[in-house]
């Protein structure tokens, strides 16, 4: 449903309690669902994003019993995966992605599917690489893309090229089945790496669940047939949902905390705070979490974002408030996102009077006077982080109104009854 938003009448200061990283959490529950054992996974958002890898692992094979908030106990079978069912991923790339090797580890084929917009999204790579690898992928519609029939077939492991300039999600979904895989696993980049921090938290998790063999490169990226083992995880905080709050204090100057969200962060885009600092705010990160006091005034920055690309959206939000252009590089390929993530962002902009100009790998934001823009009906575009971006915006530009505000569902369905507690001033 559309949403009218409202401004903030003073500075937001306040402390704010974010869902848990679905980053982690995704990472977290194949593990365990690929572990030998009974695993407690804690602190798990209530996202879309979540229950649909809850629901298409369990429909795999795995127990998932929910306990309390976003804890839950994960009996896995040791990376025996049931197959011969459907998966319905809807809209998380990231989900249909990691599913679709998991499943090809079924003896039997099982079908991944999604939504009519992630069924447009690219997944050739993907798909080439398993079957290269020796698993049966047989299209049930465009080549390359969802939906897709998908089993073992003679999957072994071994090596394996695939370009690392089109998602991380494509080497961490290969990299999550590799210690099940007999013969390990060598991924060849054939391009630089993008989102690398992802690979790194990728990494991290898997060697907290016992894949300790894993060895990370510019050029290669080699995992060990070790297997998981049955452990308690403990979700951290999402760094991509902890940016909109944080980007709130430097867009009304005020002071906003993240309990939690400390520097031994696995996450790359806790890195948020210090591109706020470099705009002109002051960031203090330390064992309590982190935290981003607005600055008198904002200066636009030039950064390639390759690394941290689902703050795109909330870094450009920012910038729209800056005394000087921000141009943000090396992130053509978030065009492929749940929205073309470049163009859809540039149309908002320059509907509420932002200059804005979309390049070949990147998007240069130049801001005018804030009292200049005007309110206008923003398009998310089935798209949660420009959802929550817009409302960034809205903070100090009357008249603003979302087409549908149902898609922050996504990844934090209450955003809205915090947003409208900052905004309170509660």
């Not at 905080?237 to 969200?261: E, H, K, N, W």
Request: glycine share 10%; with cysteine.
């Amino acid at each position: 449903m559309t949403r009218p938003l409202d401004v903030a009448s003073a500075p937001i200061r306040a402390t704010v309690s974010v869902p848990g990283s679905k980053s982690i959490a995704n990472r977290a529950l194949v593990c365990a669902a690929l572990a030998d054992g009974v695993s407690q996974v804690r602190g798990c958002p209530d996202g879309d994003d979540t229950r649909a890898m809850i629901d298409g692992l369990t429909r795999l094979g795995a127990t998932i019993v929910h306990q309390s908030d976003g804890d839950f106990t994960v009996s896995g079978h040791g990376g025996r995966i049931r197959g011969g069912v459907e998966v319905d991923a809807m809209l998380a790339g990231t989900t249909s992605r990691f599913l679709t090797a998991v499943a090809a580890l079924g003896t039997d084929s099982s079908v991944v599917t999604g939504a009519e917009r992630l069924r447009a999204r690219p997944m050739a790579a993907l798909h080439e690489s398993l079957s290269r690898l020796g698993a049966r992928i047989e299209a049930l519609g465009e080549m390359g893309c969802l939906p897709v029939r998908v089993s073992r077939g003679n999957l072994r492991g071994g090596v394996v090229e695939l370009p690392g300039d089109v998602s991380s999600q494509f080497v961490t979904a290969l990299m999550l089945i590799a210690p099940l895989l007999t013969e390990g696993l060598s991924i060849r980049l054939t391009s630089p790496l993008v989102s690398r921090p992802y690979v790194a938290m990728t990494a991290a998790v898997m060697s907290t669940f016992g894949a300790s063999g894993i060895a990370i490169s510019d050029q290669t990226i080699d995992v060990a047939p070790d297997g998981y083992r049955a452990i308690d995880y403990r979700i951290e905080p999402d760094a991509s949902s902890a940016s909109y709050p944080l980007a709130a204090a430097a867009i009304t100057t005020g002071d906003v905390m993240v309990p939690g969200l400390t520097a031994r962060s696995l996450q790359g885009d806790a890195a948020f705070a210090s591109l706020l600092e470099s705009m002109g705010c002051v960031a203090t990160i330390d064992d309590a979490g982190t935290r981003v006091r607005g600055g008198a005034s904002l200066r636009g920055i030039d950064v390639d974002m390759a690394d941290v690309s689902d703050l795109v959206p909330t870094l450009a939000a920012v910038a729209a408030f800056a005394d000087t252009p921000t141009h943000i590089r090396g992130v053509g390929f978030i065009r492929n996102k749940e929205s073309d993530r470049l163009g859809d962002l540039a149309r908002g902009l320059r509907s509420i009077g932002c200059q804005t100009e979309v390049t070949n790998d990147g998007i240069v934001i130049s801001p005018s006077v804030p009292e200049s823009y005007h309110g206008a009906v923003l398009a998310t575009h089935h798209d949660h982080r420009l959802a929550m971006a817009w409302s960034l915006l809205a903070l100090r530009i009357p008249g603003i109104t979302l087409d549908d505000d149902s898609v922050v569902s996504k990844s934090w369905p209450d955003w809205w009854t915090v947003r409208a507690s900052l905004v309170a001033g509660r």
